[in-house]
């Protein structure tokens, strides 16, 4: 194969190369827009509800999935929730499955 | 027939005996030897270069019969069959009919696939023409193989595809086009990856100012999940409806990445991206060290091919980084260019780079994130470049 020829090659392939990934962005592109446009019509429809006052509650009800109510001892609910997690993780369980009924600082004498 | 004939004639049939009188895999010994040095002590991608490694170390051990390539010149010419090189060969014959049929490069970019996030991409779907860029060392190393050194087109094709920087495209492409090259081209494909971080800094510091290395870059837009698991199915039709032969690996890829995005598959990723991924690195590795026999790696073309593998790799880097520069002026400085030279493949360690360079000119500059865009778009870059290349020159 001579010099030229392998020059038109290699010009060749890195045209398929830029004309296959440029048709991926363009489809990339159209993907995100129709999905963008989705969303927006989707985002109305869900607004409505929201926007109608919600019942006060009579009670300060449990969070959805809640598996009960912790008391905490000496700790701020920050770090609470970040050894909840740290628990779950570890178990490799949900945290709505697990139950937690206190968290107290162990405080050294 | 006496003791010291019998004696004699086991010593005859002894491996070292059969050395002494083959230097030429004495030295076979001596570089397996060095590059299990390099993996075990070195870390050079010791996944790969281990077993690579080893398949040498077994291939060139005399009488050791586990891997035969005139059984597989006689299959090439259409004189043997497969079933034949199962009953006529060695284990290492029976591993690389994987690697000759395409198999585990395919396998192994379904684990690739498995674990790849292509999130970074899909929020700036830019990064693919960076991609696209850095696929120019494929192509000026086939040039240079073919204007300079004389290489025959198959041969200059797969050399060439060293500079896709992705080990089971290199694997792959030449198991079909060189098979003879086999070895050299896969060594030097792993060895330059794992020195990415000492090839590509001197090149991306040399083609940008500081100013452009200093640039941040905005937060990326959060991609849904919808968007993540069409983008394979799409890619799939898409991509290989253009370029059908390069269907097995970007099919692989794509697949193992829908079982990842799915979220109902997790079990089908987990095997994909290890145990799966584990067995065939294993086999590959091996059976490609074996074809690195001392009668055909022992020749000066090998060095010529690992002196064009660092030109692909260079080549690559620049590349991407020219076009980086002309999105940073498109962009009015938005984009930055380090971000280009990730473009060629390795993943993750080229975005590493651009992170580290990025970081280096302004420690408060974030690019990894950004630079995974174009580094998986190298993926599917060099693969186009790949079927391209097994189009034009598989006959």
Sequence with gaps: MSFLDALLYSLAGMAVVFFALVLLMCIIKIMTAVGDRAERRAAPAAAAPAAAPAPAPADRPLAPGTAGEVKLYDTDPRTAAMLMAIVADEMQAPLNELRFISIREVKEN | ?395
């Design chain 2, 1 to 395: 027939m006496s003791i010291v004939d019998t004696l004699g004639r086991l010593a005859q049939t002894s491996g070292f005996y059969m050395l002494a009188f083959s230097w030429r895999q004495l030295v076979m010994i001596v570089i397996a030897c060095v590059l299990l040095y390099l993996g075990l002590v070195k870390k050079f991608e010791p996944l790969l270069l281990v077993g690579i490694a080893f398949g040498m170390l077994l291939t060139n051990l005399p009488g050791s019969n586990m891997y035969h390539p005139e059984l597989w010149d006689a299959y090439i010419a259409g004189q043997l069959r497969l079933t034949d090189i199962i009953h006529d060969g060695g284990l290492l014959d029976i591993l690389y009919i994987g690697v000759k049929s395409g198999l585990y490069p395919s396998l192994i970019f379904m684990g690739v696939g498995a674990m790849t996030d292509f999130g970074p991409l899909l929020a700036n779907p830019k990064s693919l023409l960076l991609g696209a860029a850095a696929q120019l060392g494929i192509f000026a190393a086939f040039l240079m193989a073919i204007g300079i050194f004389g290489f025959d087109p198959n041969v200059a094709a797969s050399i060439g595809i060293i500079g896709g920087a992705d080990g089971p495209t290199a694997i792959w492409l030449t198991s079909k086009l060189a098979p003879d090259y086999l070895a050299p081209i896969a060594i030097a494909a792993y060895s330059y990856m794992a020195l990415i971080p000492l090839i590509q800094p001197p090149v991306m510091r040399l083609l940008t100012t500081k100013e452009e290395r200093e640039t941040k870059m905005e937060q990326l837009r959060p991609v849904s999940k919808k968007q993540k698991i069409l983008f394979p199915i799409i890619v799939t039709i898409f991509v290989c409806l253009l370029l059908p032969s390069v269907a097995p690996l970007l099919g692989c890829l794509m697949l193992g990445n829908l079982f990842k995005e799915s979220g109902l598959t997790d079990r089908l990723s987990d095997t994909a991206q290890n145990a799966l991924m584990n067995i065939v690195t294993i086999f590959l590795s091996t059976s490609v060290g074996a074809t690195a026999v001392a009668d055909r790696f022992l020749n000066p073309r090998t060095l010529f091919i690992i002196l064009l593998g660092l030109i692909a790799f260079e080549f690559a880097t620049i590349g991407g980084l020219l076009l980086g520069k002309l999105m940073y002026k498109l962009s009015g400085g938005k984009i930055n260019p380090l971000i280009g030279s990730a473009g060629v493949s390795a993943v993750p360690m080229a975005a590493r780079v651009s992170q580290m360079e990025g970081a280096r000119a302004n420690p408060s500059n974030f690019l990894l994130m950004h630079a995974m865009g174009p580094n998986v778009a190298g993926v599917i870059g060099s693969a186009v470049a790949a079927g391209f290349l097994l189009a034009v020159f598989g006959g």
